[in-house]
């Protein structure tokens, strides 16, 4: 198959929208693979919005601080402890 077609089937084609609904939200990309960890960290603050996505380097995204988080399964909020 080709690797075009590859992507289209696979979980690397979601996107995930966050928005920031205080200062200081962080997202968090944890990277694909045997070793899981942070790669990298984007602060958001109150009202801005991200769009990511799922690739090749990124399985798994992690949200501190409260947001609100739209993906293809719904929406969902984060709190701030
Ligand atoms: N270079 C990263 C990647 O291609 C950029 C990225 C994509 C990212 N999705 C993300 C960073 C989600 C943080 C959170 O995978």
């Known amino acids: 198959m080709e690797v075009s077609k590859l992507k289209a089937t696979s979980n690397q084609s979601d996107y995930v929208v966050?928005?920031?609904?205080d200062d200081g939200v962080n997202v968090i990309g944890l990277t694909r693979g045997t070793d899981t960890r942070f790669h990298h960290s984007e602060k958001l603050d109150k009202g801005e919005v991200?769009?990511?996505?799922?690739?090749?380097?990124?399985?798994?995204?992690k949200i501190r601080g409260k947001a609100k988080i739209m993906t293809s399964m719904g929406?969902?909020?984060?709190e701030h402890k």
């Open 18 to 21: 966050i928005k920031a609904m």
């Open 50 to 61: 991200m769009i990511a996505q799922f690739t090749e380097h990124t399985s798994a995204i």
């Open 75 to 78: 929406e969902i909020e984060s």
